[in-house]
């Protein structure tokens, strides 16, 4: 599991830093997450196929979440793509897009499937063999979700030696590896444990940006591996997280802590603040184990 | 005169060139034309106040020419800009700004004054003491418009001694500046010549991107100080210039010629190419006085 980080700023696009989009890179999908002004030249940037873009979700419709997206739509169709591509937005970037594609006298070459979202409880919004795409309620100034990204349980390792002394047949392997017992070629029952390993445990990444400290995403993004937090503010200025509904480094941290995750992301910064060390500083008196997201960084969870 | 290349690249933005977008700095007024994605980021690298841009001209909506508009409007909000903000755009930009804006639950703080565009002969669109605005009618594959400024016949210029040598009251110096002759104090007719200098030539700037060959244009655009034409195409690829409705340097060059302008400016190149002197060299073949923009790149006119 890889995430990279093309942009992790608040508000606007500047000279040297970008609003929000990153890329998780998990069980071979690779999904755009968020997509302001500015996305596909960070994408370029990262060296990032745009081939291998085939799901891109979008938080909610502040435009330092999506104003770079129709570029990038547009964008795949001038290099001649032929991939469809699915989006999961609120309810109405669909009529955004198809209103710019009209008005400029063209569509997409290639099959482009919006997902619109406006269900208020956590949904399952993408499965494959491997992974799970869930919503995350957020509780922001419009409607606005997280998204927790899931790999499935991943199967048990055989232990090759140990299956051939067992004399186990090829055609029971895949039932070994789903946990079961199996009988041998000589008619014995040999227990899963004995010719197994335990699988690597299943990853998961909890995106939530923008929102105000809502302990209700808990039990949802409880235990999960990696949590993307936004932190607006520090607590210097913590009388603003209610009317922007946006939260502070310390209430990030706290929420982390809640849910007991491994480790806590902190960004979505305001551009008022002149280096983000102190909302390290101030999530860590809560939650030690807080890293900070900065513009083409890319943190490897495996 | 002055004007400053924002980006001047066609269909997308990438690491290292911008979209068409430019600033015209022209009699005090500071006109931002097109807007493609990227162009607030251009605007903070090139020091361009944002509270100086007053009025802003797409040519026409697609995406490398407008897609950074939304984002710009946005940010001057952000920003808390009170000062009205006027967009000359083809019909139905209103929509697309409106409706995002209206899916962000927000709006502006400061007036923002849409005169869509939709006729097919130029116009008058801009006018204030000192310079003209008027739309050029470009045929390329959707409705698109360039446009003409031009500053307004300066005025003549008094010879402060000669004035006062005459013995011309005060009270006449405006009717001198306006060319018209003047009694003196002493009942005699002064000849307006003898006590003005003329006044520096006005100048004009006409912006043509994007466009197939069209010589419809040049008695609009008819002895102009400075043509920015696009030229998408070098002469090998001159076929695609009908199906794409785009031009060559070659026959910029040719327009600029044939309408006896100054200056020409070569833009809008396709992303084909690595280097751009052969744009230069094909259309001096025809215009000599011809030079390329350059993202980044100020020309001074004065």
């Given amino acids: 599991m890889k995430l990279t980080i093309l942009g992790c700023h608040s508000a606007t696009p500047r000279t040297n830093t970008n609003p929000t989009s990153q890329v998780l890179e998990i069980k071979n999908n690779m999904f755009l997450i968020d997509c302001g002004e500015g996305t596909q030249v960070e994408l370029r940037r990262n060296k990032i196929k745009f081939s291998r873009i085939k799901h891109i979700f979008i938080s909610h419709l502040h435009g330092d979440h999506y104003f770079g997206l129709v570029g990038l739509v547009n964008t795949f169709s001038l290099l001649t793509r032929e991939t469809e591509l699915h989006i999961y937005a609120p309810k109405g970037l669909k009529e955004v897009i198809t209103l710019q594609m009209k008005l400029s006298s063209s569509w997409t070459n290639y099959p482009l499937i919006f997902h619109e979202l406006s269900s208020k409880v956590s949904q399952l919004i993408y499965e494959d063999e491997k992974v799970e795409v869930h919503t995350i309620p957020l509780k922001h100034r419009i409607y606005t979700n997280g998204f927790l990204f899931k790999e499935k ?5 055989l232990d090759i030696n140990l299956v051939n002394e067992a004399n186990i047949d090829k055609a ?3 039932k070994l590896k789903q946990g079961f017992d199996v009988e041998n070629e000589d008619g014995v029952l040999i227990a899963n444990e004995k010719v197994t390993k335990d699988p690597l445990p299943a990853k998961s990444y909890a995106f939530c940006s923008d929102t105000v400290y809502n302990e209700e995403i808990i039990p949802i993004i409880k235990d999960c591996t990696v ?3 936004e932190s607006t503010f520090l607590d210097k200025n913590e009388d603003l997280c209610v009317p922007t509904k946006h939260s502070t480094a310390r209430q990030a941290a706290t929420i982390a802590k809640k849910a ?13 603040y002149n280096g983000y060390e102190e909302f ?8 030690e184990h807080t890293v900070l997201a900065k513009d083409g960084k890319v943190f490897n969870f495996d």
Same sequence: chains 1, 2.
């Avoid at 390290?280 to 939650?287: I, R, W, Y």
């Fill in 227 to 229: 949590l993307y937090h």
């Fill in 153 to 157: 349980e991943n199967e048990r390792k």
């Fill in 280 to 287: 390290k500083n101030e999530a860590q008196t809560v939650f």
């Fill in 260 to 272: 007991n995750v491994e480790t806590l992301i902190l960004g979505h910064y305001s551009t008022r």
């Fill in 172 to 174: 029971y392997f895949r």
